[in-house]
């Protein structure tokens, strides 16, 4: 489920809340983009400000997840290549 849809249906999703202040920030959007933000956010009976924090907020979560299961992957690769070196160089 994703997290503006879990917003809607009053259902917690994601890392607990922070109580930190948020602060305002302008970013320049081609105008075709904003009209897709505003068509979505509509469908889930959210504002366009609200829906845009919930999309960069959750893609940030994602992205920090998705470096942490490289890392994951990098390190149990890695360990599989040093059994396997090992393996290869005891003597017979």
Request: a positive charge; charged letters at 30%; one cysteine or more.
């Given at each position: 489920?994703?997290r503006g849809v879990a917003f809607?249906?009053?259902?917690?999703?994601g890392?607990?809340?922070?109580?930190?202040?948020k602060k305002q920030?302008?970013v320049m959007?081609?105008?075709?983009?904003v009209?897709?933000?505003?068509?979505?956010?509509?469908q889930f009976?959210?504002?366009?400000?609200?829906?845009m924090?919930?999309?960069?907020?959750g893609c940030?979560e994602?992205?920090?997840?998705f470096?942490q299961?490289?890392?994951?992957?990098?390190?149990?690769?890695s360990?599989?290549?040093i059994?396997?070196?090992?393996t290869?160089?005891?003597p017979?």
């Amino acid at each position: 489920m994703l997290r503006g849809v879990a917003f809607v249906k009053g259902r917690d999703m994601g890392r607990p809340k922070l109580d930190e202040p948020k602060k305002q920030y302008t970013v320049m959007l081609r105008k075709s983009t904003v009209k897709e933000i505003d068509r979505i956010a509509s469908q889930f009976g959210m504002s366009r400000s609200l829906f845009m924090a919930h999309i960069i907020e959750g893609c940030i979560e994602n992205l920090i997840r998705f470096e942490q299961s490289r890392n994951v992957n990098a390190v149990n690769i890695s360990e599989k290549v040093i059994r396997k070196i090992t393996t290869l160089a005891k003597p017979t």
